[in-house]
């Protein structure tokens, strides 16, 4: 029985491996997103070979920085250098799981040189940075392309409140009111229908509590909301699944201030409709991506 359980394990940590592997190799990531993976791939790496784990296994390059023998492996495995591979798994070592949230879905997430500077911080000046990093890479200022607001528009007939917003940005939601950042929209009630694209970073959870809360207090009568899909793991986005949902096809290239042309963004997106005009939501939609709904106990 227990080599039984042994071999069972082992089969799985080969199977987990080889999906590591196919995502390392062939899909579209960020370098936090590759990150995670190498540091998950390391784990398994010497829980199959225990002796990798003593530095001493390793050797040691001109600049003195010791190369593991998990990071030879994998660097030939992949093509690359082992330094390469020892910075993406420090990254996703050193970095403190909320620094991780405050940075998924920004431009940050795949900026190597700024989330290895972070790395290199202590826990409590990770926290404190990251948030200057995200102001300045103006990754709260990108505004969403008008065809899908027009698309949110002919759901909701008007756009009453955008609570997360700017005057350049409300030029093309043309909602009746809005609040921008100096005004905390958190601090107000969102009364109507509303459009909300939440802030990046740590304000992203707070802005997505407050609609969910508003709506069912009846506040909010309708809205749609726009966040980013590689999100769906957060507790902030566990209430969404209550509502129908639309995945993307594509990758949304949103614009900055004065008509900037963003870099594109390193993910899809969802689109949130809360509401009772579901069926004209994912009419609407659907040539945006796939229309999603939770499949509950009592569906038939």
């Keep these: 029985q227990e080599i039984y359980c042994i071999i069972r394990e082992y089969d799985e940590l080969e199977a987990e491996l080889a999906e590591i592997d196919e995502n390392l190799i062939r899909a579209e990531l960020t370098v936090l997103e590759r990150a995670e993976h190498l540091r998950r791939r390391k784990e398994i790496y010497e829980a199959k070979h225990p002796e990798a784990r003593r530095p001493q296994g390793g050797r040691r390059p001109k600049n003195s920085e010791i190369i593991s023998p998990f990071s030879e492996a994998t660097a030939t495995k992949l093509g690359v250098s082992p330094r390469t591979i020892q910075q993406e798994v420090q990254i996703a070592e050193k970095l403190a799981d909320d620094v991780k949230e405050a940075i998924r879905g920004t431009p940050l997430e795949d900026s190597k040189k700024d989330l290895l500077e972070l790395a290199r911080k202590s826990q409590e000046e990770q926290k404190k940075t990251v948030a200057q990093l995200i102001v300045s890479s103006n990754s709260n200022e990108w505004y969403t392309p ?16 955008d609570p997360a917003s700017c005057e350049e940005a409300n030029a093309v939601v043309k909602a009746r009111k809005y609040y921008t950042a100096q005004d905390d929209g958190l601090q107000h009630d969102w009364p109507g229908r509303v459009w909300l694209n939440p802030p990046y970073g740590g304000l992203t959870a707070k802005f997505i509590n407050k609609l969910v809360e508003q709506f069912k207090l009846g506040v909010t009568q309708e809205a749609i909301l726009l966040v980013n ?10 209430p969404l699944w209550d509502f129908v949902l639309c995945f993307t096809n594509h990758r949304i290239n949103f614009y900055g201030p004065g008509g900037q042309k963003g870099n594109g963004s390193t993910h899809g997106s969802v689109f949130v409709y809360l509401g009772p005009k579901q069926k004209v939501f994912a ?7 796939a229309i999603v709904r939770r499949w509950g106990h009592d569906d038939t």
């Design 283 to 289: 009419k609407e939609f659907s040539k945006f991506g």
């Design 229 to 238: 899909s590689h999100a769906t793991d957060t507790d902030w986005f566990q």
């Design 146 to 161: 008008p065809e899908y607001v027009e698309a949110a528009r002919r759901v909701l007939d008007e756009i009453d409140l």
